[in-house]
């Protein structure tokens, strides 16, 4: 009987959730007027977005460069930190971390212009690269907190005895941590990937050239395609297009992703 309010609850924000993405689904196979489909249900709003500019492939292909390149940059950066703090002891320990968090408070769109100019000077702006450095560094503070709480939760025992089996840190970090805090690993490349794929303002200010736009910005720019008149449809597909990846991945790893958001509560 208790179960029963609950699975009520679970169930409506379920569907209050659900409903947006349900609506755009529709909405992308439906007849509208002003769109390429106008008679009947079927896929030309779909077909409008395939040959827009450069093509919905090419799109598709540098919003995948750039989130792989950002959750490669995150998993590499944070397992490293989070080692470093959750398992080493060093003066001021807490308080770098403390100034690590501390980026989580300056407003995200401040930082953007000092780095174009910073990438500019290195020669990465207007770059997938340069785009997915910039979208790592927003994503680091979360991500080497979720890896610190994730390798304190290991016991101490298991790195020392790697240690004693004549496994150097790295190996010891390789070989036995990496596997064990893979919960926590697979989080911070959800939200890596997640923050990437669907960023509009980062590559709006740091990506100039139309041929290497991730699909957010394409989709934006297509609204204003034809003297400022919105493409519902079109629009709709490629709100389609844009999600689609991301609940395959969420729910092909959502275990994981528990697993390593319950990895600190389960401490000791």
């Known amino acids: 009987m208790l179960r029963t309010p609950s699975r ?69 950066v944070s397992a490293f930190g989070g080692y470093a703090f959750g398992m080493f002891k060093f003066p001021g320990k807490n308080a770098l971390f403390l100034v690590t968090l501390a980026i989580l408070m300056v407003p995200y769109a ?13 020669g990465l702006q ?3 690269i340069g785009l997915s450095l910039v979208l790592t560094m927003f994503q680091l503070p979360f991500a080497v907190f979720m890896m610190r709480i994730s390798f304190e939760a290991i016991p101490g025992e298991l790195r020392e005895s790697a240690l004693i089996d004549g496994c150097g840190n790295f190996r010891a970090l390789r070989h036995i941590l990496l596997p064990a805090v893979r919960p926590g690993l697979v989080t911070v490349g959800i939200f890596a990937f ?23 910005l394409a989709v934006a720019n297509m609204r204003q395609q034809v003297m400022g008149i919105v493409d519902y449809g079109a629009t709709e597909a490629g709100v389609v297009v844009l999600a689609l990846p991301c609940i395959v ?9 528990v697993r390593g958001f319950m990895s600190g509560a389960l401490k000791g």
């Open 110 to 122: 401040t930082l953007l212009i000092p780095l174009y100019v910073l990438l500019n000077d290195l």
């Open 126 to 128: 207007n770059s997938l």
């Open 8 to 76: 009520v609850l679970t169930g409506a924000l379920a569907l209050l959730f659900l409903f947006p993405l349900v609506w755009a689904a529709v909405a992308s196979v439906s007849p509208q007027a002003g769109t390429k489909q106008i008679h009947g249900w079927g896929f030309g709003n779909y077909q409008t977005l395939a040959n827009y500019q450069a093509g919905i492939g090419q799109y598709l292909l540098n919003s995948t460069a750039v989130s792989l390149m950002t959750v490669a940059f995150t998993l590499a």
């Open 249 to 257: 991945l969420f729910l092909a790893l959502q275990r994981h992703y």
């Open 194 to 216: 997640l923050a990437a794929w669907n960023d509009f303002i980062t590559p709006l200010v740091l990506i100039s050239d139309s041929e290497k736009l991730p699909l957010p």
